[in-house]
């Protein structure tokens, strides 16, 4: 392993070590990177294998590069399977019906175009939902 100390500085205001660490393997082409961040002086220690090589001007053009604000694919996969859950307790009652309950909404509720349409609508909206619950990233492939 490798010990390797940024010149460049991050302000601790700006420091997210989750999102650094996602960033710089990234950057760097590094499946494996240990972190350290020394808080008196802003500085970015890395250990990463000796293989490959790493410099310190790359490193320090990783730090540079990283973007507090720039979320993690976790992060944003926590986002979308969030408003998917939101999305589908909008739709009234689905909890908890049985498969009885709903061949009998339908029957009351669904007779004409209209109706039908906003049954299609709810549909796809708990289409969606199911989706980004059970694939959030799939929108990113």
């Known amino acids: 392993m490798s010990r390797i100390v940024s010149t460049t500085t991050i302000s601790s205001s700006n420091f997210n070590k ?13 499946s494996q990177l240990s972190l350290g961040y020394n808080t008196l002086d ?5 250990n ?3 293989s490959p090589v790493i410099t310190v001007p ?4 990783a730090v540079l590069a990283y973007n507090v604000n720039q979320l993690t694919i976790g992060e944003l996969q926590n986002i979308v399977k969030s408003t998917a859950r939101i999305n589908m307790a909008s739709v009234p009652n ?3 019906w049985t498969e009885d309950d ?4 339908f029957d009351d509720n669904v007779n004409d175009t209209a109706s039908a349409l906003a049954l299609l609508r709810l549909m796809v909206r708990i289409l969606i939902a ?12």
């Open 18 to 30: 989750q999102r650094l660490v996602v960033q710089l393997k990234t950057l760097l082409a590094v």
């Open 42 to 46: 802003g500085t970015v220690i890395i």
């Open 48 to 50: 990463v294998p000796d």
């Open 58 to 61: 790359q490193l320090d053009s």
């Open 94 to 96: 689905w909890a908890t």
């Open 102 to 105: 709903a061949l009998t909404w």
């Open 130 to 141: 199911l989706r980004n619950d059970t694939w959030p990233d799939v929108e990113s492939l």
